[in-house]
C-alpha cells in the first residue's frame, strides 16, 4: 500500500465527525468502517497487509490516498512499530488533540452511559493506576493516561519524521474552524478540496438508556443473543450492534466539568506534557491550560 494516511485520535477529539466527513470525499479511499483495529488487534494483524487492504478499502481505488480513523492508535504503545512494520516510514499522520482533562470527562461519561463504569469521576483517576493493570480496564478506564499526547507522539517519532505529522487543536480548529480544517487536510493529502462536503454532521452526542430492561438484554448474555449468534453471521452482528443501541437511546445534553476541577486535572496531572508538547508542535496551548476569558 503507497499514500496512507492515519488519524490517530486522540479519543473523544472529534474522530468521529472527521470521519464522517472525509469519507464523502470522492478523492479518497477511506476505509469502510472507522476505527478498524488492525494495528490494535493482534489477530487481524497477523492477517497481514493483504487481508487489510481487501477488507477495509474500496477495490479499484488504489491511486487514491487511503485514510483509517482510528483513535486507539495513539495510545497504545506497540502501534508505532506495527505501522512501521506494515507500511514504512512513508506513511502521513493526522493527530486531533483535545484539552486532556476534558477529553477523560467525556470518556468517562461514555463508559458511565455504557454501564462499564460505577465510580465518580474523582474516584476512577484515583484509582486509574491500578484498573488499567489488565486489557479491559486499559481499553475502558485509562481515562488521563490517554491524555498525555506528549509521551504518545514520542513513541511516533522514534520510527518517522515529525514532516509526516499535521497536528490540529480540538476546541480550535474542528470545533470552530471544521472547513478550514479540512481544507488543510486535502492540501497535506494532495487533493482538491471539495466545496460539496457536507459539514453538518453529529457525531457521539451524550445519551441516555430508553429501556433499562432492552439495555440489559443488549449488553449481557442471554438466551435470545445466544440464538441471534446462531442465525446471524458475525460480520452482519457486528453492523448491527450499534444501530441496536442507538435505536434504545436518546440525546440529552452532555455534562460538563466544572471549571475548577478541570484546571485541578490540568495542574496536577497534564501541565508538563502540555508544555513539552506546545515546543514539540509549535502551538499555543493556552486554551488548555488557563481559564477561558470571561
Known sequence: MKNVFL????????????????????????????????????????RGLDYYQTSFFTPGKEELPYLDIDPGLLYFDFAPQ????????????????????????????????????????????????????????????????RGFYYRQIQRYLAFFPLENFRFFVFEEDLANNTATLVESLCSFMGINFDPQLSF???????????????????????????????????????KLRPKMYQLNSVAKAAKTLPEEQRLSLIKNHFLEDIKQLEQLIGRDLSIWKNSPPQ
Open 7 to 46: 488519524v490517530l485520535g486522540a479519543q473523544k477529539a472529534g474522530t468521529t465527525t472527521l470521519y464522517k466527513i472525509l469519507e464523502q470525499h470522492p478523492e479518497i479511499n477511506c476505509a469502510t468502517k472507522k476505527e478498524t483495529k488492525f494495528f490494535i488487534d493482534e489477530e487481524l494483524y497477523q
Open 82 to 145: 506495527r505501522i512501521y512494520d506494515a507500511l514504512g516510514e512513508n506513511v502521513k499522520f493526522i493527530v486531533v488533540l483535545r484539552d486532556p482533562a476534558l477529553r477523560a470527562y467525556s470518556h468517562f461519561t461514555m463508559e458511565r452511559f455504557r454501564q462499564k463504569e460505577n465510580l465518580s469521576f474523582e474516584d476512577a483517576v484515583a484509582t486509574e493506576a491500578e484498573r488499567i493493570t489488565t486489557r479491559e480496564g486499559n481499553l475502558r478506564h485509562s481515562y488521563t493516561s
Open 200 to 238: 453538518e454532521v453529529k457525531s457521539n452526542q451524550s445519551r441516555a438508556v430508553r429501556s433499562e430492561l432492552a439495555d440489559q438484554v443488549l449488553r449481557n448474555p442471554n438466551l435470545l443473543k445466544s440464538l441471534i449468534k446462531q442465525l446471524i453471521p458475525l460480520r452482519l452482528r457486528r
